[in-house]
C-alpha cells in the first residue's frame, strides 16, 4: 500500500490530478483500517470436581436455588410491565417459578417498532469495527465473568446439565459472537476492484426497517445469535424470546447492553406468540425474520408475510430453522461402538430436544444383534434426574407440560401399534418435574408414523433392514419425511460412504460420516438444512451475515468527463 501513488502514475502514463492522488491514498489507508481479526473456538470446561469452574457454577446455582427473577419487557431503553404476567417453570422441578415475565400488548409491540426505528439509522452509520467491538466484548464477558451465571440460568431454567450448558450458552454462543464479528470485518474488507479512472467500492448496510427475532428453547445461543447478528450488521431488531428460555435471554440480553449495545437497537419483547407475529409482519418497516421454531408456525408466518407484501417498503428478509427428523444409517462395515454411542448421545442428549437429534436408526439385519445388546446395556446406564444437583445426569427433564404430553402420547402409540414395540424405556411421570426416560422402539413399519414426524423428545425409534436391501434403504431415507436437517451415515467402505453421500445429497443439511448428526461446531460446521427444515442459511458460517445486510455499490469517478459522444461517432 505504501507505494499506492506511484504505482496509480505508473498505471495512469497521462497523470491524475493531485486530488484524485489523495483521494487514492485515502482510499489505501481505508484499506490498512479493515483487518480483520484472529479467533478460534471457545474451549469447552471440563468442569471436574475441584476445578474452579465448577466451584463457581456451584455457586452460580446456590444463588438461583429458590428464587424468582423478574423479567420485564425492554422497550425503549425502559422497563415496562404490563398486567398479562407469566411464568417461567423449572422443568425438573416445576414448583419453582424461575422468572415471571409479562407479555407485550400490539400497543406496546408497536411502541417498540417506533423506538427501534428511530434508533436505526445512527446505529447503521456506526462503523462495523465498533458494532464487532460489542459483540467481541460481550463474548469475553460470557467466557469470563459472566460465564457461571448464564451457565446456571440455562440448566435451572431450561434443564440442561453441565455439559450441554456449557457447548450451548457459553461456548457456541461465545463463537457466534466472535465468529459473526470476525465475519462481518472480513466482509467489509472484501471490495469489488477499481480501475484506472474510478474507485469502486461496497457498503454493507443494514436492511432498511426492522428484524423480528423469533428465538427457541433449547439453545440460549440461538436466541443471542438470532437477535445478534443482524444487530452486528446495522440492524435494529425486536427479540421475542421463548416463554421457557425467559431467564437466560434476558442475561444474554442484559451482557449485550453491559458490553455497549445502545438501549433501542435491541428491543426485549416477550410476547404471544400469535399476536407478536401479527403486529410485526403488518408493519410497513417489517424487513426481515430470523426464526427457530415449528414449521406451523414459520409458514403462519411466511403466510402472513405474503399476504401483507404491498404494505411493505422492501421484500423482507425470511430466515428459519425448524427442526428434522433425523436419521443415523448403518452399513453392514460400521464399527458397532461407534453407531451405539453416537447414536444415544445424539438421541438422548437433553432429553432428545435438539433440532438435529437422531430420531430414527436404520440398521442391517447382520449387525441388529450386536447393535441391540450393545445398546440396551448402555441404556440401562442412562441417567436421568436434576441437573443441578447431580452432575453425573446424562439429561434431565423436557422442557415443559406440553411437550411432556405430546411425547408420551407417542410412547402410547408404540405401546398400541401391532407395528411397534418397545425395546426400553418410555416410563412418564410428572408429579416433580416432566420426566421422561429414554425410549427406545423398534418398527416393522419404515413408514409408521414414528419414523416420519417430528417428536422432539427421548424416543428412538429403530429400523431392522434386510443387508441385501442397503440400495433401497438409501431412497427409503430420502423420502420417508419432508424434513432434511442431519443425518448420519456409519461405514468403513469407501465407496459406500460416497455413493451415502450422493444418495442423500438432498436429505440432510448437515451429513456426518461416522459421526453422531448432531455436535455442530461455529465455524467447523456451519447448521441448518432444506427441505420444510428451513430456509438453510447456515448461520455459523461466514455467508450468514450477508442475509442481514443490503449492500450497496458504489463508483466513484476522478477524471472528468469531457465530451458525452463516443469515439466511433467521430
Known amino acids: 500500500m505504501a507505494g499506492l501513488g506511484s504505482w496509480l502514475r505508473h498505471r495512469h502514463p497521462r ?32 468442569f471436574k470436581p475441584g476445578s474452579p469452574e465448577r466451584a463457581a457454577l456451584q455457586k452460580a446455582l446456590a444463588d438461583l436455588k429458590g428464587k424468582t427473577e423478574a423479567i420485564p419487557c425492554v422497550i425503549g431503553g425502559e422497563e415496562v410491565w404490563t398486567p398479562t404476567v407469566r411464568y417461567q417453570l423449572s422443568p425438573f422441578n416445576h414448583a419453582h417459578k424461575v422468572a415471571k415475565y409479562c407479555y407485550a400488548d400490539k400497543e406496546l409491540i408497536n411502541k417498540a417498532i417506533n423506538a427501534a426505528l428511530a434508533a ?30 448464564v451457565l446456571a440460568k440455562t440448566m435451572i ?18 463463537d457466534f459472537f466472535r465468529f459473526n464479528a470476525k465475519y462481518a470485518l472480513e466482509l467489509e474488507k472484501s471490495q469489488p476492484i477499481s480501475v ?3 474507485t469502486n467500492s461496497m457498503v454493507y448496510r443494514g436492511l432498511e426497517g426492522f428484524v423480528a427475532a423469533v428465538s427457541p428453547f433449547n439453545f440460549t445461543a440461538i436466541g443471542g445469535n438470532l437477535a445478534g447478528a443482524p444487530a452486528l450488521m446495522g440492524n435494529v431488531v425486536l427479540w421475542k424470546p421463548s416463554d421457557t428460555a425467559l431467564l437466560s435471554s434476558y442475561a444474554v440480553y442484559k451482557i449485550l447492553l453491559e458490553a455497549g449495545l445502545p438501549p433501542n437497537v435491541v428491543q426485549f419483547v416477550p410476547a404471544d406468540g400469535p399476536v407478536f407475529g401479527d403486529t410485526v409482519t403488518s408493519s410497513e ?18 403466510k402472513q408475510v405474503s399476504e401483507n407484501l404491498d404494505r411493505y417498503r422492501n421484500f423482507p428478509r425470511l430466515a428459519g430453522e425448524c427442526g428434522g427428523k433425523n436419521f443415523h444409517l448403518v452399513h453392514s462395515s460400521a464399527d458397532v461402538a461407534s453407531v451405539v454411542n453416537g447414536t444415544l448421545r445424539s438421541a438422548f442428549e437433553y432429553g432428545g430436544q435438539k433440532c438435529s437429534a437422531c430420531s430414527r436408526l436404520y440398521a442391517p439385519d447382520s449387525l441388529w444383534p450386536q447393535i441391540k445388546e450393545k445398546l440396551l446395556e448402555e441404556h440401562g446406564k442412562i441417567k436421568v434426574g436434576d441437573p443441578a444437583q447431580d452432575f453425573g445426569t446424562f439429561f434431565s427433564a423436557v422442557i415443559d407440560d406440553k411437550s411432556f404430553a405430546r411425547i408420551k402420547k407417542w ?12 425395546l426400553a424405556g418410555g416410563g412418564c411421570d410428572d408429579s416433580v418435574g416432566y420426566f421422561i426416560e429414554p425410549c427406545i422402539v423398534e418398527s416393522k413399519d419404515p413408514q409408521d408414523p414414528i419414523m416420519k414426524e417430528e417428536i422432539f423428545g427421548p424416543v428412538l425409534t429403530v429400523y431392522v433392514y434386510p443387508e441385501k436391501r442397503y440400495q433401497e434403504v438409501l431412497e427409503l431415507i430420502d423420502t420417508t419425511t419432508p424434513y432434511g436437517l442431519t443425518g ?3 461405514a468403513q467402505e469407501k465407496r459406500i460412504i460416497d455413493e451415502a453421500r450422493n ?3 438432498n436429505a440432510a443439511g448437515n451429513f456426518y460420516i461416522n459421526d453422531k448428526s448432531t455436535g455442530a461446531v461455529v465455524a467447523q460446521q456451519p447448521f441448518g438444512g432444506s427441505r420444510i427444515s428451513g430456509t438453510n442459511d447456515k448461520p455459523g458460517g461466514p455467508h450468514y451475515i450477508l442475509r442481514w445486510t443490503s449492500p450497496q455499490a458504489i463508483k466513484e469517478t476522478h477524471v472528468p468527463l469531457r465530451d458525452w459522444r463516443y469515439a466511433y461517432m467521430q
Open 15 to 46: 497523470g491524475w490530478s493531485t486530488g484524485a492522488i489523495t483521494r487514492g491514498r485515502a482510499w489505501a489507508r481505508r484499506w490498512q483500517h479493515r483487518s480483520a481479526i484472529e479467533v478460534t473456538n471457545e474451549p469447552i470446561l471440563e
Open 120 to 149: 436505526r439509522k445512527e446505529w447503521d452509520l456506526k462503523p462495523v469495527q465498533d458494532r464487532a467491538q460489542i459483540f467481541l466484548k460481550a463474548a469475553d464477558m460470557l467466557s469470563g465473568p459472566r460465564r457461571a451465571e
Open 157 to 174: 431454567g431450561q434443564g440442561k446439565t453441565v455439559i450441554q450448558a456449557e457447548i450451548d450458552a457459553a461456548a457456541e454462543l461465545i
Open 196 to 198: 484506472d479512472i474510478s
Open 285 to 302: 418497516h417489517f424487513c426481515g425474520l430470523n426464526f427457530t421454531g415449528s414449521v406451523p408456525t414459520f409458514k403462519r408466518l411466511w
Open 411 to 422: 410412547i402410547e402409540h408404540a405401546k398400541k401399534s401391532s407395528n411397534l414395540t418397545i
Open 488 to 490: 448420519a451415515v456409519f
Open 503 to 505: 444418495l442423500l445429497r
